[in-house]
């Protein structure tokens, strides 16, 4: 991955999302771009005549407080020695990040953050959610792929090649197969193709589908869940039930690499 946007917000999770960045950006000879955004949006109030107000001492903090990260920002990837950028918006994030990754090769986010499954939602670049206390380590050690046949988790799969090329350990897990789906036999071929040897494992439903994966990825020692994002529905509300939402909610670890 040699093109890796990062949500670069001031929130406490922040140093996990720049360690990763920094490290595949070291393994794959990339570039990092970080964003930085305050969204002046959420400072203009309408009143019930339809004018505005605008909050200005608020807002004028909150630029010259991101201002302040993307200084800090720049200085920290300076030392780091790797080819950056750190950009600036006033956009609403999830918008931002959607028009900064479309020559992306993955963006890097925040599981807890309110925007990570919206950024999914929002672009067609692979994103990866970390647990916000822990950077992903690069090379990845054992990664999972949660297969169900369909076109998001194939997405995944091909955005998520250059991490799976170095890992010690690949598993396709499959708990049932969307009708129509590509057989799991086809993605063990595929990654076959680019030198990457992957053991399938069909499992047995032990409760929901999520809780029979996510019991099978704890057991097998995975680091990394690729995964589609929209299992179910493509319609808004019922995007983040089932499986999304679980690993997205309700399962702290592992990392995931989603697309859709």
Partial sequence: MRSILVHADRSPAMPARLETALALARAGEGHVTLLVDTPIGRYISMDPMGGSYVASDAMQQALADD????????????????????????????????????LADVVIVSRTSAIAGEVVLATRTPVLVLPDDRALSVPVA???????????????????????????????????????????????????????????HE??????????????????????????????????????????RYFLEDCPRPALLMAH
């Fill in 203 to 244: 499992l047995v439903r032990k409760g929901s589908t999520e809780e029979t994966l996510a019991a099978a990825v704890l057991r097998l020692g995975g680091d990394l869940l690729i995964m589609g994002a929209y299992g179910r529905s493509r319609m808004r509300e019922f995007l983040f039930g089932g499986v999304t």
């Fill in 67 to 102: 201002d302040g990260q993307a200084a800090r920002l720049r200085a920290q990837l300076h030392e780091a020695g790797l080819p950056y950028d750190v950009i600036r918006s006033e956009d609403e994030p999830v918008a931002a990040l959607a028009v900064a990754s479309r």
């Fill in 142 to 200: 054992n990664a999972c792929v949660a297969w169900d046949g369909g076109n998001e988790v194939a997405a995944a799969l091909r955005g998520a090649i250059p991490l799976l090329a170095r890992c010690a350990s690949v598993n396709v897990l499959t708990v049932g197969e969307k009708p129509g789906g590509f057989p799991a036999a086809d993605a063990v071929r595929y990654l076959a193709r680019h030198s990457i040897k992957a053991v399938p």
